[in-house]
Nanobody, 115 residues
Framework: QVQLVESGGGLVQPGGSLRLSCAAS????????MGWYRQGPGKHRDLVAL???????HYADSVQGRFTISRDNAKKTVYLQMNNLKPEDTAVYCC?????????WGQGTQVTVSS
């Protein structure tokens, strides 16, 4: 079993920044991919960013240049640095881990961008 715990969400004004963290624990192998997804009000869950075990990254077009995903393998933690936040970034952000054909999800953390 794998457990994922997110932290770092909150309320921020437009143009502000937040840093999300997701700590993984349990049966984690050496090769795994982690990512962040988000689901806004009345919307589907969409990919925000992902990072592979060899640090290849991919971003949604809507966050390219504003968000940065990174990982600390020793801590089994993935981060999402979010800068220049916009109201349309408001969503529940969920952490995802994919390994050996299985994927796991965290409970999510709310990010609200509003003045």
């Amino acid at each position: 079993q794998v457990q994922l715990v997110e932290s770092g969400g909150g309320l921020v004004q437009p143009g502000g920044s937040l840093r999300l963290s997701c700590a993984a624990s349990g049966s984690i192998f050496s090769i795994y991919q982690m990512g962040w997804y988000r689901q806004g009000p009345g919307k589907h869950r969409d990919l925000v960013a992902l990072i592979t075990s060899d640090d290849m990254t991919h971003y949604a077009d809507s966050v390219q240049g504003r968000f940065t995903i990174s990982r600390d393998n020793a801590k089994k933690t993935v981060y999402l640095q979010m800068n220049n936040l916009k109201p349309e970034d408001t969503a529940v952000y969920c952490c995802n881990l994919f390994q050996r054909g299985s994927e796991y999800w965290g409970q999510g953390t709310q990010v609200t961008v509003s003045s």
